[in-house]
């Protein structure tokens, strides 16, 4: 059974920090490409950045500079380390993996097998 959780949201100040883990269980996490999404209320769920298997990384505009995504194969676990946060990151947060093409990362949804339950971010201004 495949399972993606994430865990570390909560309540930041704006200009903090906050760092998301996801946790993987039932596939080869190194096989993996892992992506970040969120979703704020009454919007879309939009791309925030992926690390594909082999490491490589790709952003969403407004959060190049100030989020950081991480892997460690030997923990099965993905981290979203986010800086200088501003209140429109406030959402849930999810995490997604996809097993094809991993050596790429892609901001599209539906291209991603499997994802967490997710978890709130909120910034205060």
């Known amino acids: 059974q495949v399972q993606l959780v994430e865990s570390g949201g909560g309540l930041v100040q704006a200009g903090g920090s906050l760092r998301l883990s996801c946790e993987a269980s039932?596939?080869?996490?190194?096989?993996?490409?892992m992506g970040w999404f969120r979703q704020a209320p009454g919007k879309e769920r939009e791309f925030v950045g992926g690390?594909?298997?082999?490491?490589?990384?790709s952003y969403e505009d407004s959060v190049k500079g100030r989020f950081t995504i991480s892997r460690n194969n030997t923990k099965n676990t993905v981290y979203l380390e986010m800086r200088s946060m501003i209140p429109e990151d406030t959402a849930v947060y999810y995490c997604?993996?996809?097993?094809?093409?991993?050596?790429?990362?892609?901001?599209?949804?539906?291209?991603?097998?499997?994802w967490g339950q997710g978890t709130q971010v909120t910034v205060s201004s």
């Open positions: 690390i594909s298997r082999v490491g490589s990384t």
């Open positions: 039932g596939l080869t996490f190194s096989y993996l490409a």
């Open positions: 997604a993996a996809r097993n094809t093409g991993a050596q790429n990362t892609v901001p599209f949804r539906t291209m991603y097998n499997y």
